[in-house]
T-cell receptor, first 112, second 114 residues
Framework: EDKVVQSPLSLVVHEGDTVTLNCSYEVTNFRSLLWYKQEKKAPTFLFML????IEKKSGRLSSILDKKELFSILNITATQTGDSAVYLCAGWSETSGSRLTFGEGTQLTVNP | GAGVSQSPSNKVTEKGKDVELRCDPISGHTALYWYRQSLGQGLEFLIYFQGNSAPDKSGLPSDRFSAERTGGSVSTLTIQRTQQEDSAVYLCASSLGRIDYEQYFGPGTRLTVT
């Protein structure tokens, strides 16, 4: 059974701090890993990572995948209160290509 | 353009009643997914539709759950004889294709079974 584990489960920081969120996965015939941000209900897409070692970047957010060690990290620099959300990681398998296996998420709280 | 929409946004029902949840995907998206998110949990896959292919129902937790997608667009998730453990947020997502395409999520329906 495919499995995705995120850590930490919750994190509280001050504005301006840099945070690193972790995601490890055990996905049969792994194809790609996705990061989503969930503020209230609808998760919004952040990154899709397929190749190992290539950093994807969007503003203050960046993410990288290590297919050898089976993990990914999501970095957020100079955090703002608007970054407060649950960050979800999900793995996609080529053999069960219709489903994403999600982790439990990391609840990030950025205090002013 | 318009995103994925879901209705109702909230639904409170009594145990044993049937409920129907609706999802309107983004126009042109051939793939449609239903997920369930219980309090403090990640998303649990329920069912997936792709074009005219037979749906992947492997995530449905029991035979009380069913879903259909009419005309390759709107989808309805039906839960019969609801139980308290069915209480969750039900999220719908759509994408351009089966794989390598990001999924766009709707705002969800919060179902509370009393």
């Amino acid at each position: 059974e495919d499995k995705v584990v995120q850590s930490p489960l919750s994190l509280v920081v001050h504005e301006g701090d840099t945070v690193t969120l972790n995601c490890s996965y055990e996905v049969t015939n792994f194809r790609s890993l996705l990061w989503y941000k969930q503020e209230k209900k609808a998760p919004t897409f952040l990154f899709m990572l397929t190749s190992s070692g290539i950093e994807k970047k969007s503003g203050r957010l960046s993410s990288i995948l290590d297919k050898k060690e089976l993990f990914s990290i999501l970095n957020i620099t100079a955090t703002q209160t608007g970054d407060s959300a649950v960050y979800l990681c999900a793995g996609w398998s080529e053999t069960s290509g219709s489903r994403l296996t999600f982790g439990e998420g990391t609840q990030l709280t950025v205090n002013p | 353009g318009a995103g994925v929409s879901q209705s109702p946004s909230n639904k409170v029902t009594e145990k044993g009643k049937d409920v129907e949840l609706r999802c309107d995907p983004i126009s042109g998206h051939t793939a449609l997914y239903w997920y369930r998110q219980s309090l403090g949990q990640g998303l649990e896959f329920l069912i997936y539709f792709q074009g005219n292919s037979a749906p992947d129902k492997s995530g449905l937790p029991s035979d009380r759950f069913s879903a259909e997608r009419t005309g390759g667009s709107v989808s309805t998730l039906t839960i019969q004889r609801t139980q308290q453990e069915d209480s969750a947020v039900y999220l719908c997502a759509s994408s351009l294709g089966r794989i390598d395409y990001e999924q766009y999520f709707g705002p969800g329906t919060r179902l509370t079974v009393t």
